[in-house]
């Protein structure tokens, strides 16, 4: 693999919608381990195994890549897509913290480039693998994967057509991709509902399309994964409920704690707005009895 300097691969790359500070890093781990057992599930269900070749499109700080590369093994390979510089970097250093020689990383911008194809070594542990971060230009050949994985990405993209077309390249003849996007992005909040969050839902939804994303993506990536030529092999809704003293409850209200001082950069909210909600959640808090429901997810898996 050759070396690189991913500073200056992406210069001209956008940044993470929700941001890469360290408290949005511990939130996504968080997420990830309150979310495990569904993606290992489907990912068996999808046929993720030892010596499987994965691409993760949009891996983040890399949780899902380092449990894919338990799961493939020294005879599979983990291929993490990801457009943050900081994110690619920590994926990268993660790999070799943990000694995984099946992982390489690849900073994209999957509205303007190709998803890197596999490693053709995969499965033959190097010292190169996970040593360097790879613009998408460093790459142009390689064997087409076995599975992708793509989770809360399309949300955020202007064109999931153009992700789904890269999903279905990258793949073989007979390869899955695997998805969880949400459906209903309003049952997001407390039951009974309550203004001040439903606000927050509101507003994080606005500040989502002013970047070009949609929330309830679910319906529309179904829609493009057809005319791509994938099958649907199947489809599953996922909703969840928390109480406060439930580790879960922290997802949701996490999520309302790091994002509203991002939503006040974007200039979408005021701190009277930040203040109002937050007390409404604290309030909540207090009450044992309180129930917060996450946005509805849809799983959905299909195969090219």
Not at 261 to 279: C, K, S, T, W
Request: aromatic share 8%.
């Amino acid at each position: 693999m050759p070396q690189s300097n991913a500073s200056n691969q992406i210069s001209h790359k956008p940044d993470y919608v929700l941001g890469t500070h360290n408290d949005e890093h511990a939130r996504l781990g968080m997420q990830h381990s309150l979310w495990r057992e569904f993606v290992l599930d489907a990912w068996k269900r999808a046929g993720i195994c030892a010596g499987t070749r994965v691409v993760d499109v949009g891996a983040g700080p890399g949780f899902a890549t380092m449990d894919l590369a338990e799961i493939v093994g020294a005879t599979g390979h983990v291929t993490a897509v990801e457009i943050s510089s900081k994110f690619a970097q920590e994926v990268k250093d993660q790999a070799n913290v943990r000694g995984l020689k099946n992982i390489s990383v690849h900073i994209v911008d999957l509205m303007h480039e190709d998803i890197p194809l596999a490693n053709m070594n995969a499965g033959q542990a190097t010292s190169s693998s996970a040593s360097a971060i790879e613009s998408q230009s460093d790459v142009h050949a390689g064997a087409a994967f076995d599975a992708a994985w793509c989770r809360w990405v399309c949300m955020f993209v202007p064109d999931v057509g153009a992700l789904v077309r890269r999903v279905h390249n990258s793949l073989r003849a007979g390869g899955v991709a695997v998805f969880h996007e949400y459906v209903h992005y309003e049952t997001y909040g407390l039951q009974p509902p309550t203004p001040g969050i439903d606000s927050f839902t509101q507003a994080a939804m606005k500040s989502f399309s002013a970047r070009g994303g949609n929330a309830n993506i679910a319906g529309t990536l179904l829609k493009e994964l057809r005319a791509h030529g994938f099958e649907i092999v199947s489809t599953k809704p996922i909703a969840r409920a928390a109480r406060p003293h439930e580790p879960l409850w922290q997802w949701p209200a996490g999520f309302i704690r790091t994002y509203l001082p991002r939503l006040i950069e974007l200039g979408q909210v005021d701190n009277a707005f930040a203040a109002n909600v937050l007390a409404e959640l604290a309030r909540a808090e207090q009450d044992p009895q309180s129930i917060m429901l996450t946005p509805t997810v849809l799983e959905i898996i299909a195969r090219k």
